[in-house]
Structures are given as structure tokens and as C-alpha cells.
């Protein structure tokens, strides 16, 4: 049986039919739903409270990514994983740095979350560092194919899932 289901992008949100596809994912599975995005669709004043809505119905996670290339500062993301909370919303960070010292420091920057929360991704160079699809990718035009997929360390470090923030996931 599947256990997690990864959505990701470029950036997922930005999908004009990401509530149904939550729907359509819960309907048909138990596995765990990570909703993986770098979040900045939270920081308007406006945020998408249908997204919202959805993923705390569907008991989906959102997997904030946290780390140089995605540009974050460490007051959005504390705005960002409070406002999910606010919304009971599930959610946890994951930090992908180039080794567990420019990691180390990101960390610092988000001190305030739980270590249960929050994991380490190490970033890698090449496209063969990363697993294949173990069923199959919808892209975001729709396409479905088996293609590249989440990281050995996110499945090998979370076999179920890691910790969810506000006891948002049932």
C-alpha cells in the first residue's frame, strides 16, 4: 500500500485544480498527503483560504521548504507555520542545505520549532540522487508518467510521517 503521497512542483499551489486533486487523493487513499511549497502564497494578505480549507480537510500536510534557494526569512516562516496552524493545518519544515553545517545554521534560524517538525534534506547535484516514482507523476499540465520523485532521505528519515504541528492530522 502507498504510505505518502507527495505533492510537488515548482511550486504546486499554483495548480488550478490542487483542491480537487486533494479530494480525489483522499477519496481513494489513507496515505499521508504532503503538500510540498515554499509557502509565500501564505504571506498575502489575501492567502487562498480555499487551499486552506481543503488541506485541513483532507488532513494534508504542508512540507515548508526552508533553506537558501527558496529565500524565506525566518519571521515569514514563523508567520507562515502560524497561520497553518491558525487554519489546522498540519505542517513540518524541511531545511535542504549542502552539508549538516550550513544546515546547522539554518536551524538556528528557526529555533523555535519542535525537532519533530522540522528535518534535514541534504541537497543533491544530480538527478540520479533522486528516487523514481514508485506508482506514477501527474505533472502540472496534467501528464501522468513516472518520473523523478521525493528523496531517499525524506522516505528513509520519515517511513510514516514526522510530527504535525496543532494535532491538526487525525
Not at 479530494?23 to 498575502?44: F, K, P, Q
Not at 497553518?84 to 545554521?105: H, K, P, R
Request: hydrophobic share 40%; with cysteine; net charge negative.
Amino acid at each position: 500500500p502507498i504510505r505518502i503521497v507527495g505533492i510537488r512542483g515548482g511550486e504546486p499551489t499554483r495548480h488550478p485544480h490542487l483542491t480537487d486533486i486533494l479530494s480525489a487523493l483522499r477519496s481513494n487513499t489513507d496515505a499521508a498527503i504532503y503538500l510540498e511549497t515554499h509557502g509565500r502564497w501564505l504571506l498575502s494578505d489575501t492567502p487562498n483560504t480555499e487551499l486552506l480549507t481543503a488541506l485541513a480537510a483532507h488532513h494534508s500536510i504542508v512540507k515548508l521548504s526552508f533553506d537558501r534557494m527558496h529565500g524565506l526569512a525566518a519571521d515569514e516562516l514563523r508567520d507562515l507555520t502560524r497561520r497553518l496552524s491558525q487554519s489546522g493545518v498540519a505542517w513540518c519544515v524541511a531545511i535542504t542545505e549542502q552539508d549538516e553545517a550550513e544546515f546547522s545554521n539554518t536551524r538556528n534560524a528557526c529555533s523555535w520549532i519542535d525537532d519533530n517538525l522540522l528535518f534535514y534534506q541534504p541537497k543533491v547535484d544530480s538527478a540520479a540522487a533522486l528516487l523514481r516514482a514508485e506508482c506514477s507523476v501527474i505533472s502540472v499540465s496534467g501528464r501522468l508518467s513516472c518520473g523523478l520523485s521525493v528523496r531517499s532521505e525524506f522516505r528513509s528519515t520519515h517511513p510514516e510521517h514526522p510530527g504535525t504541528a496543532s494535532g491538526a492530522l487525525a
